[in-house]
């Protein structure tokens, strides 16, 4: 599963028994045509928007999703689509390699949009006669759903605020501490330049008058 449905729970659908395609007449002859379809419906006017579908394969070489959509708001019946065409699931319908793997088809992967659906129509083809059946398993429908800006704003903010209220302050030095120093500098500074002597004071006047004195004859 991926990430985008690790807390979405799974639309509540009904999976129907798989239909074999059979060749010729089914009260004589019960070979398979090599085509199976699995349908999937989903609760009587609760259309989902399909976000993905999650199954595990049983020897089905190949998948073709078609969609039955109706569309909102108007009376006209639903249609059938075809969403993905041959999606392989086999790495070579004669051997085992992803016989047994679990797939998810995502709503990216589908040529149209899957959304207002009520049923879901898979179509398996296994062309190798190696496998006396195939079909998929545990099939699951997850809804998609649209994110809430609002929501998304609210726990940016909760983050914020969560962050604000638990800084790392380990290996600095206390803020208060901080604080009241830069403040005692401050003033200190602030007396030097009050009482700072604006006057000139020369090398050798004394009162305004030269001492002798001091001075050197060179």
Not at 97 to 107: A, E, L, P, T
Not at 162 to 171: A, I, N, R, S, Y
Not at 192 to 198: E, G, H, R, S, V
Not at 206 to 212: E, F, L, N, S, W
């Amino acid at each position: 599963m991926s990430e985008s449905t690790d807390d979405i729970k799974a639309v509540t659908c009904t999976v129907k028994p798989p239909v074999y395609l059979q060749i010729g007449d089914t009260k004589v002859d019960t070979s398979h045509s090599g085509i199976c379809v699995v349908d999937v419906t989903l609760p009587f006017g609760k259309p989902a928007n399909i976000e993905e579908i999650i199954f595990k394969n049983y020897y089905t070489a190949y998948v073709t999703v078609r969609l039955l959509r109706r569309s909102p708001g108007q009376e006209a019946p639903a249609k059938w689509c075809t969403a993905l065409r041959d999606l392989p699931l086999m790495d070579n319908p004669h051997t085992e390699g992803g016989s047994q793997d679990y797939y998810s088809i995502h709503r990216a992967q589908m040529q149209v949009e899957p959304d207002h659906v009520v049923s879901v129509r898979l179509i398996l083809r296994q062309p190798s006669s190696a496998w006396l059946t195939f079909s998929l398993e545990d099939i699951k429908i997850y809804p998609h759903m649209e994110p809430d800006p609002e929501k998304e704003v609210s726990d940016w903010l909760s983050d914020l605020t969560l962050v604000d209220q638990h800084p790392d302050l380990e290996g600095l030095p206390d803020p208060q501490t901080v604080s009241s120093s830069i403040q005692q500098m401050w003033a200190l500074t602030e007396v030097m330049q009050t009482n700072q002597t604006t006057a000139s004071i020369g090398r050798f006047d004394v009162d305004g008058c030269y001492d002798i004195n001091l001075l050197s004859l060179t």
